[in-house]
């Protein structure tokens, strides 16, 4: 069954764009534009506004999207089972990730399934919305996703790490020299933060637990930003372990006085509808962890 009608429904959907999807999928906008048309008098409903700014869903297409997204993932999940049972060793693997997965974990997971597999191929989504990862992986866009625990009782989790939260400080700062980050200056001491910060519950829970408000003196985009205003001495922030494996900017890190956790874990919609390269991919993304930080 051809799902190009489909898929380029929803590229267009989720890029707000004809030229934008057409590129993305590697259409010309026309063709892009007659596939789209060409659905509309099929369905019998119009799926778009069309406006100079670009395109948006009517209220029918909005209904019908989640619909067209499972056949999609349908057809995708047939296409894997049948390449299966020509050869175990092909088909692709649709892995979603937060920015620090996919920094300091997954290339070198990827590296070792293909030592085993070198003919499968992997499709890389990335996202640092909870929320988001969660939804890719029920909806079945991809395979596999990291998540942090506790995840959605409809998804099957296999912990992976379980790490600290750490307090960041610039090398010049007062407590550079503690044993530990003590909870009072949590509010004492000017905060760098995320702008959403709401993302990220786990850092947002190093206060409210100790029903702290932090003193935020400025907050930025992302991750990087955020550790070069703490190296330039702004103040000091919260970061799990992970994403300070290999910090571009010097900085001092302590543990809190009162330690904060987060722990890790990759999941799957369920073990019927995984792939045997997907179930292949986790046992060996568990046990690359395991080996790594066993060298540490």
């Not at 007659?34 to 509309?40: A, F, G, I, Q, V």
């Not at 103040?235 to 300070?244: C, R």
């Not at 006085?257 to 874990?265: F, G, I, Q």
Request: with cysteine; net charge negative.
């Amino acid at each position: 069954m051809s799902t190009q009608k489909y898929e380029a429904f929803i590229k267009t959907a989720e890029l707000g764009s004809f030229k934008k999807a057409a590129e993305s999928l590697g259409y010309t906008q026309a063709g892009i534009s007659y596939m789209l048309n060409t659905l509309e008098d099929e369905l019998g409903v119009i799926l778009f506004i069309r406006d100079y700014g670009g395109v948006r869903l009517t209220s029918e297409g909005e209904q019908i999207l989640p619909w067209i997204r499972d056949v999609c993932n349908s057809e995708r999940r047939l296409n894997a089972r049948l390449n299966e049972l020509k050869s175990v060793e092909s088909g692709i693997i649709r892995v979603a990730a937060f920015t620090s997965i996919s920094i300091h974990w997954l290339p070198g997971m990827i590296h070792a399934f293909l030592q085993e597999h070198p003919k499968v191929e992997f499709d890389l989504r990335w996202s640092d919305d909870s929320n988001e990862l969660e939804q890719l992986i029920y909806r079945g866009d991809v395979d596999c996703g990291f998540l942090i625990l506790p995840a959605p009782k409809d998804l099957i989790t296999i912990p992976l790490k379980k790490e600290h939260l750490m307090a960041v400080l610039p090398e010049n700062h007062p407590l550079a020299d503690a044993p530990y980050f003590p909870i009072a200056a949590l509010a004492e001491y000017p905060y760098i933060g995320l702008k959403e910060e709401e993302l990220y519950s786990e850092t947002e829970q190093v206060f409210t637990s100790h029903d702290i408000k932090p003193n935020v003196f400025i907050t930025a985009e992302n991750d990087y930003t955020v550790m070069a205003l703490v190296s330039k001495g702004f103040g000091f922030s919260i970061f799990p372990e992970l994403s300070l494996l290999s910090p571009c900017f010097p900085m001092v890190r302590k543990e809190l006085e009162s330690p904060v956790y987060r722990e890790l874990a990759i999941a799957i919609r369920s073990y019927e509808t995984a792939s045997t390269a997907t179930l292949s991919f986790l046992e060996c993304a568990e046990q690359w962890v395991n080996d790594f930080y066993k060298e540490e």
